[in-house]
């Protein structure tokens, strides 16, 4: 099972404000199938980025994802206040398909 | 537009059985490949399993932790696919997703009670 690691745990900052998360994978993810998705409380994920830097429909230009292998990077490039939320990110190249912890970011 | 609708969840005793639905609108299920998740309250996601497309085989994977307990079906004339989920531990209380190509739906709450 390939396990995924998001750093930081949290991440506070302000808007307007760049936030960059990690996701590292224990093994190298097939065809870079690594997805992020945003979380806010009460409210089912939405999928932000597949195959690793693919924006998903409706998506903000202002989040963008990178890496290939083990190590893939979800950055935001200036905050907005509805910004605010869990990202996590999911490989879906290899079964099982596996989850990170997560990464909060908040004010 | 792709729609996904759960249902069936509820609440049930430790070793019982829940069979949740996954109804689709705006496309064929059988020419995707469908995923359940879940999320137990205050905690993050965990893919559950999955069918595949009718072309790459439907073949069915699960997660350790469902694996001989949970199946995924589908039906192709009601374009459902189900999760029947058996013997129930607390531990599977949780809310149910499915998904497809990255479209969720709502969920699906299964509580199970010791």
């Known amino acids: 099972e390939i396990v995924l690691t998001q750093s930081p745990g949290t991440l506070s900052l302000s808007p307007g404000e760049r936030a960059t998360l990690s996701c590292r994978a224990s093994q190298s993810v097939s065809n870079n199938f690594l997805a992020w998705y945003q979380q806010k409380p009460g409210q089912t994920p939405r999928l932000l980025i597949s195959g690793a830097s693919s924006r998903a429909t409706g998506i903000p230009d202002r989040f963008s994802g990178s890496g290939s292998g083990t190590d893939f990077t979800l950055t935001i490039s200036r905050l907005e206040p509805e910004d605010f939320a869990v990202f996590y990110c999911?490989?879906?190249?290899?079964?099982?398909?596996?989850f990170g912890p997560g990464t909060k970011v908040d004010f | 537009e792709v729609q996904l609708v759960e249902s069936g969840g509820g609440l049930v005793k430790s070793g019982g059985s829940l069979r949740l639905s996954c109804a689709a609108s705006?496309?064929?299920?059988?020419?995707?490949?469908v995923n359940w998740m879940r999320q137990a309250p205050g905690k993050g996601l965990e893919w559950v399993g999955h069918?595949?497309?009718?072309?790459?085989?439907?073949?069915?994977n699960y997660a350790a932790p469902v694996k001989g307990r949970f199946t995924i079906s589908r039906d192709d004339l009601k374009n459902t696919v189900y999760l029947q989920m058996n013997s129930l531990r607390t531990e599977d209380t949780a809310v149910y997703y499915c998904d497809v190509r990255g479209n969720w739906g709502q969920g699906t709450l299964v509580t199970v009670s010791s």
């Open positions: 069918i595949n497309s009718k072309s790459a085989g439907e073949t069915l």
């Open positions: 705006g496309f064929t299920s059988s020419d995707a490949q």
């Open positions: 999911q490989q879906y190249g290899t079964s099982p398909f596996t």
